[in-house]
């Protein structure tokens, strides 16, 4: 055999490179870096409406000098943003109804982008996906509940890294508190995951996922404020406004990247579409599911029945059978 023939038997005889291929494999082939460019957009769109409205809440209910310290609270929970063009917090109330109805509406354009991505990942047919009155339901609802537990996430991340805290944790209380952040994070994806897709999957279906997903966006949440809170006040020196925006952008694009490979992992173990050939194909039984999973998302009516046809190859390069 040559070294591409000894390289895919390898990863098919090993189960954990077998899965890691099918999932790097099947998410090419669902063009899922597509899927999670429009995710990163609206997530980058409905992180200004929803600053807007927290600093004019702010101006309502703070006076004096409690403003500054709410500040610098707040600069460290979102390391990304530059707080320093804020003068102060007065309320006013168009922009607060702009925010929040803009907050609301890009908001929504998230949650609906990324059912329409597991949906993809699942490869639910198109006759079996909700209509718009469910979709706008579900969508409130991940909203609610995912978007409370993400501010949760955020402030304890916050508290546990942050040198402004008024207590001075021990470091059993870090590790306690890092580890109540993951947990957290990993909840997270965990109702992401079950209330964003229409197919009926339980919640150890996609905790596979939710582990890898919850724990990448630990990581970068802790690395950027790492990295941001140090380099980007330089940048900004240079490239102002720019550095900032490019980075958000970049933020969204990764996380959006690994929610959907926990997404494609989870189907890849459900549905067995492991090991997949690494080289032409389709050769394994994981090939032939997937190939089947792809011609029943195609069908348009419930009456359809999609069937897969694959030609024999040539007797002498053939390879390994059904």
């Known amino acids: 055999m040559g070294v591409k023939e000894r390289l895919d038997q390898a990863q098919r005889q090993h189960g954990k490179s077998g899965v890691a291929v099918a999932v790097l494999k099947k998410f090419a082939e669902d063009r899922s870096s597509g899927l999670a460019s429009m995710i990163a957009f609206w997530a ?149 995951f079950r209330l964003l897709t229409s197919r009926k999957v339980g919640f150890r279906d996609v905790l596979p996922g939710a582990l890898l997903a919850g724990l990448v966006f630990w990581i970068l949440q802790e690395v950027s404020s790492l990295i941001i809170s140090r380099e980007l006040s330089k940048a900004q020196g240079t490239y102002g406004s720019f550095a900032t925006v490019i980075t958000i952008l970049w933020w969204f694009y990764l996380q959006a990247q690994v929610t959907l490979l926990g997404a494609q992992l989870n189907v890849v173990l459900v549905e067995r579409l492991h090991p997949r050939s690494l080289f032409g194909g389709p050769e394994t039984e994981g090939d032939y599911r997937a190939l089947a999973a792809y011609a029943r998302e195609a069908s348009r009516y419930e009456r359809e029945e999609p069937a897969v046809r694959v030609p024999e190859r040539e007797p002498a390069r053939a390879g390994p059978q059904r």
């Open 44 to 192: 980058f769109f409905s992180v200004f409406p929803l600053f807007l409205v927290g600093v004019t809440v702010l101006g309502y209910v703070l006076h004096g000098h409690t403003h500054d310290v709410v500040l610098e609270n707040v600069a460290q929970l979102f390391p990304l943003l530059d707080l320093g063009t804020i003068g102060g917090l007065t309320g006013s109330a168009w922009a607060l109804v702009l925010g929040t109805l803009t907050a609301l509406w890009s908001g929504l354009a998230v949650v609906k982008v990324t059912q329409t991505a597991f949906n993809s990942v699942w490869e639910l047919p198109e006759q079996e996906r909700p209509g718009l009155a469910e979709r706008l339901l579900r969508g409130v609802a991940a909203l609610l509940t995912i978007g409370v537990g993400l501010v949760v996430s955020t402030v304890v991340s916050g508290f546990v890294t942050g040198n402004q805290t008024a207590v001075d944790l021990a470091w059993w209380g870090r590790v306690a508190g890092y580890a109540l952040a993951i947990a957290l994070d990993v909840g997270l994806f965990l109702l992401a």
